[in-house]
């Protein structure tokens, strides 16, 4: 029987590459996003060349009802999820902390933060019942170390890494592996988003270097989650060659 992976935030860049990769390898996908057109495509094109089965569930992450009804409406045949890959996720702005919009650093807490617990609660039962499952957390490497500027994402990409971990022990009882996955620079949509649509600012931040591809941190998603049952990778940073961590860039001019 498929397994199936239910990914937040599958509209764009890891979420989606992630959905591309799970559905050649023939996993079911239960795939969530705000944007509902995206996420209609996506379950057109993979079916249409991989054949695979798509539940789409189009709600905003920060909105705890919104979460909770959403995975109520999981059909029955559809509740017996393998992986959550919580990846869901943004930054808003890169400014001194006392320059910083409190309503970005909402956004960003909301989301990265509560979005992830709320998804996780609300999807922990269909695993806890049959004692078993796995949950994928898309942390960063602005949750190693904190960076100028990177002030409130940085401490939500920290608190991923605490609550994968909190996760990890508090799990152990229902048989439940809990990963933490950090990448750094990854060619995403994510910079356009974080610098409101100045693509110039946004194409800046890969000058130089060449970073991560979404089909990067997927393949290591699938690897991951395809470890036998009594293997499970705890805590990996996944960067491009020519990064270290948050600081250490080696740019070519
Ligand atoms: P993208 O902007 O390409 O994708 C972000 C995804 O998150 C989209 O599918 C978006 O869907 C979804 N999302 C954002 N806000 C919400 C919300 N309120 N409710 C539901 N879904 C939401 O960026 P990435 O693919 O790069 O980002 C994915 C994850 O990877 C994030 O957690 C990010 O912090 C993390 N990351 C990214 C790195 C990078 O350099 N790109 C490096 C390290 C970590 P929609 O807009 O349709 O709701
Ligand atoms: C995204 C990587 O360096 O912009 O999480 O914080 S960085």
Redesign the pocket.
């Given at each position: 029987m498929s397994k199936t992976i239910l990914i937040?935030?599958?509209?764009?860049?890891?979420?989606?590459a992630c959905a591309e990769k799970f559905a050649a390898a023939g996993w079911k996908l239960i795939i969530?996003?705000?944007?509902n057109e995206?996420?209609q495509q996506i379950k057109a094109d993979l079916n249409r060349e991989f054949g695979t089965d798509i539940l789409t569930l189009c709600?905003?992450?920060?909105d705890k009802n919104a979460v909770f009804a959403a995975v109520d409406t999981i059909p029955q045949e559809w509740r017996q999820v393998d992986v959550l890959l919580n990846?869901?996720?943004?930054?808003l702005g890169r400014d001194y902390f006392d320059e910083a919009d409190i309503g970005d650093w909402d956004?960003m807490l909301?989301?990265?933060v509560h979005?992830l617990v709320y998804m996780s609660r609300a999807v922990l039962p269909l695993m806890i019942q049959k004692q078993q499952g796995h949950i994928i957390n898309?942390?960063?490497?602005?949750g190693k170390e904190v960076y100028e500027k990177g002030n409130m994402?940085c401490a939500t990409?920290h608190a991923v890494d605490a609550i994968s971990k909190a996760m990890r022990i508090d799990l152990l009882r229902h048989n439940i592996k809990v990963t933490a996955l950090?990448?750094?620079?990854?060619?995403?949509?994510?910079?356009?988003?974080r610098f409101k649509g100045d693509t110039e600012k946004a194409a800046a931040v890969y000058d130089g270097f060449t970073?991560?591809q979404?089909e990067d941190i997927a393949s290591t998603v699938f690897y991951c989650a395809c470890l036998p049952a009594h293997v499970c990778i705890n805590d990996l940073v996944i960067t491009c060659t020519q990064q270290a961590n948050s600081f250490y860039m080696n740019k070519k001019s």
């Open positions: 937040t935030g599958a509209t764009s860049g890891i979420g989606k969530t996003g705000r944007r995206r996420l709600f905003d992450i920060q990846n869901s996720g943004l930054a956004i909301n989301t990265n979005g898309i942390g960063s490497t602005a994402y990409k950090h990448p750094g620079a990854a060619e995403t949509e994510f910079s356009q988003v970073p991560l979404p």
